[in-house]
């Protein structure tokens, strides 16, 4: 007999009615009669809430829930690249990015969470963000997004004026900040040689002219590719002193003012025969001595890495090898005259273990040097050190291996994590900025109480040319990078997959990009 047969009148609670209520029972409370059923829809109906909670709500109920904020879940050959916890994660958090929809924020944060999985890609946003600063608490803020103007009074030929592609950046004594421009390429229809710009600490060009327009520094000298810049302290009578060092090995020196000053070639330090790859400069805050970094031919070659030690006056110049090193690409002189090289390791990986890169520390000691290899992990390509005012070191990283392009597969990598700032503490880096802040970032420099990093943007390769949206104003690259280790080895299974995610990608850069904006893809599948 029913349990509900208490609710009814004596003379109905008997047979057959009393039998008859047993099957309300079960469907509403859940009879426990051994016959298998549903669950009791008084406990679904007390639960409802927990329905609509992206986090408590059974699995197969994601897919409707998601319909509520037009969320559609990406697919590969019928089966969802996402698995459970994302497609939650995705679905808590959608609502506050579609609030900002048409901002770069939000299609970052978008694009950011759709960039997980088996098959994670890297995937950044050049929308012209030069020169960036980074505070203390991790944000990132561009110092210059915008420009260059055209040319015309003051700029040679028609060339655009401001900055495009900065490479490197030094820290002058009253907060400026000295950058190298690499330029466009030559053979392009528009002109913009290699240049060197002097900012004030907010990141506004040295201006003159009418009407005003940025002016660079020494615009008769040519440079062939800025590869360094660094700032030399007044000492002695003798005044502040940029020192920039291009691509050939040319050192160039350029007193305080700055502003209409001539570049003094001091020397040059390729020697004849013999491959010289420049990649930092600093100046040792104890004797005022330049050193220079060499990547020159690689470990084990003739022409190993090493350090050169240029004191300009009077001249000389020593070279020291540095053994241990495989891919130097950054330099940094301590207070007390350490050095620390950023090395990114093999640069055509055999196996994981040759995944990360390393910083090595160099103490000097007359002609004996003692390179030793920090314990400090995870970093792939460590382009620029920096010790803050708090005296915590800091080290940007671009992520990728190998760093530049490879003509064969420029976009598929061995590695690919996002680039980032990170702070060296004890034997480990710790990100400081979120993710999907930097596509090449490749200088950085202590500026007060922030960072400034320069971010050249993608270099050329797979003949895709992704230097076109610093020059056109309201373009933006959505950059997309893949670990070979994460896609199929199969190569029609990899095209399909890899195309499956670049359309994926397309359409939330469609609905997400800012209206007055158009973009490119820069990829290679």
């Given at each position: ?308 030690t240029v004191r300009p006056d009077p001249l000389t110049v020593t070279r020291n090898a540095l053994p241990s090193a495989r891919e130097p690409l950054s330099l940094m002189v301590d207070r007390d005259g350490t050095v620390l090289v950023g090395d990114g390791g093999p640069q055509e990986p055999t196996g994981s273990e040759q995944y990360p890169g390393a ?127 994460r896609v199929p080895a199969d190569e029609d299974a990899r095209r399909r997959t890899l195309g499956n995610i670049v359309d994926n990608v397309s359409a939330i850069v469609d609905e997400e990009r800012p209206a007055h904006t158009l973009w490119d893809l820069i990829t290679s599948i």
């Amino acid at each position: 007999m029913s349990g509900y047969s208490r609710y009814l009148p004596p003379v109905l609670a008997g047979a057959p009615l009393g039998d008859l209520l047993r099957i309300f029972e079960k469907t509403l409370g859940g009879l426990p009669d051994g016959v298998p059923a549903h669950d009791a829809l008084a406990a679904e109906i007390a639960a409802l809430d927990r329905l609509v909670d992206p986090w408590t709500t059974p699995e197969r109920f994601l897919p409707w829930l998601a319909s509520w904020v037009a969320l559609e879940f990406p697919t590969l050959q019928g089966a969802d690249l996402w698995d459970e916890y994302q497609r939650r994660r995705v679905i808590s958090r959608i609502a506050s990015v579609y609030r900002g929809r048409g901002r770069q924020s939000a299609l970052n944060a978008y694009l950011d969470l759709y960039a997980v999985g088996a098959i994670r890609p890297r995937i950044t946003l050049d929308v012209g963000r030069r020169l960036l600063a980074v505070a203390p608490s991790g944000a990132v803020s561009g110092l210059v997004t915008l420009g260059p103007l055209p040319g015309g009074s003051g700029g040679a030929g028609g060339s655009p004026l401001g900055l495009i592609r900065p490479e490197c950046v030094a820290v002058a004594a009253d907060g400026s900040l000295f950058v190298g421009d690499r330029g466009l390429p030559s053979g392009v229809p528009v002109t913009a040689p290699a240049r060197v710009w002097r900012l004030d600490p907010c990141g506004r060009h040295d201006m003159g002219g009418t009407p005003p327009r940025p002016l660079p520094l020494v615009p008769d000298t040519a440079f062939t590719r800025v590869a360094a810049v660094a700032v030399r302290p007044a000492r002695g009578g003798r005044p502040e002193t940029l020192y920039v060092l291009d691509e050939p090995g040319r050192l160039y020196a350029v007193p305080a003012p700055f502003q209409d000053r001539a570049a003094t070639l001091v020397t040059a330090l390729a020697t004849a025969g013999t491959t010289f790859r420049p990649r930092a400069m600093a100046v040792d805050p104890a004797s005022g001595d330049l050193l220079v970094l060499d990547a020159g031919d690689g470990p084990g070659a003739p022409n190993p890495p090493k350090i050169l030690t240029v004191r300009p006056d009077p001249l000389t110049v020593t070279r020291n090898a540095l053994p241990s090193a495989r891919e130097p690409l950054s330099l940094m002189v301590d207070r007390d005259g350490t050095v620390l090289v950023g090395d990114g390791g093999p640069q055509e990986p055999t196996g994981s273990e040759q995944y990360p890169g390393a910083l090595l520390r160099v103490v000097r000691s007359g002609a004996s040097w003692t390179v030793t290899p920090l314990p400090v992990g995870p970093l792939v390509a460590p382009t620029g050190l920096a010790r803050g005012r708090d005296g915590r070191l800091y080290v940007v990283d671009v992520g990728l291996k190998p760093l530049l392009p490879s003509d064969v597969t420029p976009f598929i990598c061995p590695v690919a994590e996002d680039a980032g700032v990170f702070l060296i503490t004890g034997d480990r880096a710790v990100r400081v900025t979120p993710p999907a802040q930097f596509v090449y970032p490749a200088g950085l420099a202590a500026a007060g109480d922030r960072l400034v990093v320069c971010d050249p943007g993608q270099p050329p390769g797979g003949g895709l040319a992704p230097y076109w949206s610093r020059v056109r104003p309201f373009r933006f690259n959505v950059v997309l990078h893949f670990a070979a280790d994460r896609v199929p080895a199969d190569e029609d299974a990899r095209r399909r997959t890899l195309g499956n995610i670049v359309d994926n990608v397309s359409a939330i850069v469609d609905e997400e990009r800012p209206a007055h904006t158009l973009w490119d893809l820069i990829t290679s599948i």
